[in-house]
T-cell receptor, first 116, second 112 residues
Framework: GAVVSQHPSWVICKSGTSVKIECRSL??????MFWYRQFPKQSLMLMAT?????????EQGVEKDKFLINHASLTLSTLTVTSAHPEDSSFYIC????????????FGPGTRLTVT | QKEVEQNSGPLSVPEGAIASLNCTYS??????FFWYRQYSGKSPELIMS????GDKEDGRFTAQLNKASQYVSLLIRDSQPSDSATYLC????????????FGKGTRLSVIA
């Protein structure tokens, strides 16, 4: 149990375009999802916390107009990188916590974004 | 500022030995403690969770928690080359709706 999927697993896009990344909880309902970014050889950086049906809470320094997060259902959250630039190239990972009372967070496999 | 500190390593141990990974945290109100394993280029994988003082064993892994000392550790017995990865300590104050605070991770290398 506690499987989280992400799609796509990797994506290459041109500078100035937008990219949408999906995060799904496959076998549980995720009340809260978290979005992280990780640059090579660096630690995870929390970007935002997403609760189903409400606006995401962004960490300091993360542009909410650039990284659009939607958590429309208990099994799906999306991250859209708008007007992507090469410096947005990174490994984007979501995690989810469920409604079962477990405090554990489960990570998706990540999406590697390359902006050319 | 909530902080989680880990030695970055690399920690090198021979195959079959015990690997000991340590973590300290600054928020005395922390309630939940987790160890994640992250292979290069992959996302973190939850391997242990611990919520109360003492030891918790799961196969070759033992997590130890000492809230008075604000210290949590992970022991890996009979280390295997496949255990070579970065181990992330994560702490959260209370419920699962709270973001994890991660340490920067300890890189473990098990030498065959």
């Amino acid at each position: 149990g506690a499987v989280v999927s992400q799609h796509p697993s990797w994506v290459i896009c041109k500078s100035g375009t937008s990219v949408k990344i999906e995060c799904r909880s496959l076998d549980f309902q995720a009340t809260t999802m978290f979005w992280y970014r990780q640059f090579p050889k660096q630690s995870l950086m929390l970007m935002a916390t997403s609760n189903e049906g409400s606006k995401a809470t962004y960490e300091q320094g993360v542009e909410k107009d650039k990284f659009l997060i939607n958590h429309a259902s208990l099994t799906l959250s999306t991250l859209t990188v708008t007007s992507a630039h090469p410096e947005d190239s990174s490994f984007y990972i979501c995690s989810a916590t469920g409604t079962s009372g477990s405090w554990e967070q489960y990570f998706g496999p990540g999406t590697r974004l390359t902006v050319t | 500022q909530k902080e989680v500190e880990q030695n970055s390593g690399p920690l090198s141990v021979p195959e079959g030995a015990i690997a000991s990974l340590n973590c300290t945290y600054s928020d005395r109100g922390s309630q939940s403690f987790f160890w994640y394993r992250q292979y290069s280029g992959k996302s973190p994988e939850l391997i242990m969770s611990i919520y109360s003082n003492g030891d918790k064993e799961d196969g070759r892994f033992t997590a130890q928690l000492n809230k008075a000392s604000q210290y949590v550790s992970l022991l890996i017995r009979d280390s295997q080359p496949s255990d070579s990865a970065t181990y992330l300590c994560a702490v959260t104050p209370n419920s699962g709706n709270t973001p994890l605070v991660f340490g920067k991770g300890t890189r473990l290398s098990v030498i065959a």
